[in-house]
């Protein structure tokens, strides 16, 4: 999926800058597309050499001006047009999975202990968005028909996760049963802590607000 189009949508919802892009994206789909700072000013000024956004700067006190972004007419067909194609599969390029293919380069030791990790990182990821559905649901918001499909977007990811966790675990010979649940309180490591930033996964829409969740917190 283009880029531009992700941005569209966020826009489309209201009018925003590229720092509420980039905090929307972190809380709503970065599970199924993220993006760096730099991508999306790139791809916002494009957006508007297309005539697909304005921008009208907003004066700030003590800081720079902040540029708001509003999509046009013009956006707003292409968004539309292409939420309309036959949906195609994504070509895909997963340095993790590549990893994985060459296995046999690595270290047994090694290789092994990063599967493990692996496999840990993902039961935590799954068991997160598996306690953010239970919250959106408990709280849907008056967007139902956006939210329908926001979730649906969650479960599939999160049936990807358990169908990895059960090959990682077959393959390490790892009983899941016996092993720490995935939303068990544990250590984390210093990269897993690194990760997670920013305000919770939501998937809300900017006119909504869920309670907050009990202290995690998720890029």
């Known amino acids: 999926m283009a880029l531009k189009f992700a941005l569209l949508g966020m826009i489309a919802l209201r009018p925003v800058s590229g720092y509420d892009i980039k905090r929307m994206i972190d809380r709503s789909i970065y599970f199924i597309w993220n993006v760096t700072g730099p991508q999306i000013y790139s791809t916002l000024r494009k957006l508007r050499e297309s005539g697909y956004v304005t921008s009208e700067s907003v004066p ?30 994504s070509v895909t390029r997963d340095e993790v999975l590549v990893r994985i293919f060459f296995g046999n380069f690595a270290s047994e030791k090694i290789v092994m202990r990063e599967l493990e990790s692996y496999l840990d990182r993902i039961r935590q990821e799954r068991a997160y968005m598996e306690a953010t559905e239970s919250r959106i649901e408990a709280h849907p918001g008056s967007k139902h028909q956006a939210r329908r499909f926001q979730l649906l977007s969650l479960r599939l990811k999160v049936a990807q996760y358990r169908v990895m966790e059960q090959e990682l675990a077959r393959f390490c010979r790892i ?3 016996k092993r720490m649940p995935a939303g068990a309180p544990q250590r984390l490591s210093r990269s897993a802590k690194a990760d997670r930033r920013g305000p919770g996964l939501a998937l809300v829409y900017p006119d909504e607000h869920l309670p907050k969740e009990g202290g995690a917190r998720r890029r």
């Open 60 to 89: 700030q006190k003590g800081k720079p001006d902040k540029h708001i972004h509003t999509i046009t007419g013009r956006g707003s067909a292409a968004l539309q047009d292409f939420m309309n194609e036959p949906i195609r599969a």
């Open 175 to 177: 009983d899941l049963n």
